[in-house]
């Protein structure tokens, strides 16, 4: 009986995770598992244990939204591990999807364009750049200079040497960025794009085989990155992500500097980029 490994690999790794203190589960004598048991998953979801344990084993069983909604409440998962938990299991959050397409509203690539002293970008649910800005290119990396196949942001960091030096908390990043994948991958299993590029990564990177093997599913929501960037020198980064108006498989990046440094390192970015562009 075929069986769904990725759905049996996550839910055992996550009930590990969770211990019986955190659960409000009582401890009696010595344990053999490190977080909770499947029973006890069951007891505190209001399933019974035979359920659950054809649940963790990938079984093929069609489980409802509010029940996989208290196994999630039970795991403790957050927004982006519920939505990999109920993609895995059937409930696929792009039902409801339009198929992406490869191009941004030309309003929206003018509203960026317009942006001052803010990095500003568009990527696809396969880590794909779309549009940009200027001081996109110049504080990352100059996309629209590569061939089409190459202008992708989770390709670049993890096959450009450059891209280690340009981040200070590189392996964060990306790792992170592997668990977007994760997610996406998830919502769309049949996606032929995003199985060559997984395909593609997993034999170029050593690093990005070691992340994948191990989920850790993750949103686009806001952060902190810090460069340590070769003309403008070191800048740290508050990075807001929104999900465009009608195009749920496009995100917007706006790139804002965390401090008056920053600032004037972004600034000096733009003039040298402007500049740059000029002379060309």
Not at 11 to 33: D, H, I, N
Not at 189 to 204: N, R
Not at 241 to 268: G, K, V, W
Request: no cysteine; charged share 25%; hydrophobic share 40%.
């Amino acid at each position: 009986m075929a069986t769904n490994q990725a759905l049996s690999s996550f839910l055992t790794a996550k009930r590990a995770a969770v211990s019986p203190a955190e659960a409000g589960v009582p401890v009696t004598g010595p344990r053999r598992v490190p977080g909770l048991r499947r029973e006890e998953v069951a007891y505190l979801s209001g399933v019974s244990a035979d359920w659950y344990v054809r649940l963790e084993q990938g079984r093929q069983i069609t489980p409802s939204e509010s029940v996989l909604a208290a196994v999630a409440r039970t795991l403790r998962l957050d927004d982006a591990e519920r939505d990999y938990l109920f993609n895995l299991a059937g409930h696929r959050s792009d039902g409801r999807r339009r198929p992406p397409r490869a191009t941004v509203r030309p309003g929206v690539t003018r509203m960026i364009g317009a942006l001052v002293d803010q990095a500003a970008f568009v990527l696809g649910p396969r880590m794909e750049v779309l549009t940009g800005n200027d001081l996109t290119w110049a504080l990352i990396h100059d996309f629209p200079a590569e061939p089409d196949d190459r202008q992708n942001l989770l390709r670049w960091l993890l096959t450009d040497p450059t891209a280690k030096d340009l981040y200070l908390d590189w392996a964060v990043v990306v790792s992170e960025m592997v668990g977007v994948l994760h997610l996406e991958s998830s919502a769309h299993p049949k996606d032929a794009a995003i199985a060559a590029l997984v395909g593609d990564l997993a034999t170029t990177s050593a690093e990005f085989r070691t992340w994948w093997a191990d989920p850790r599913p993750q949103g686009r929501t806001s952060g902190t990155k810090r460069f340590a960037h070769p003309v403008a020198g070191p800048l740290t980064i508050d990075w807001e992500a929104f999900t465009l108006p009608d195009e749920p498989t496009q995100t917007l990046f706006i790139y804002t500097a965390a401090d008056p440094t920053s600032r004037d390192a972004m600034r000096f970015l733009a003039t040298w980029q402007t500049s740059r562009t000029t002379t060309s």
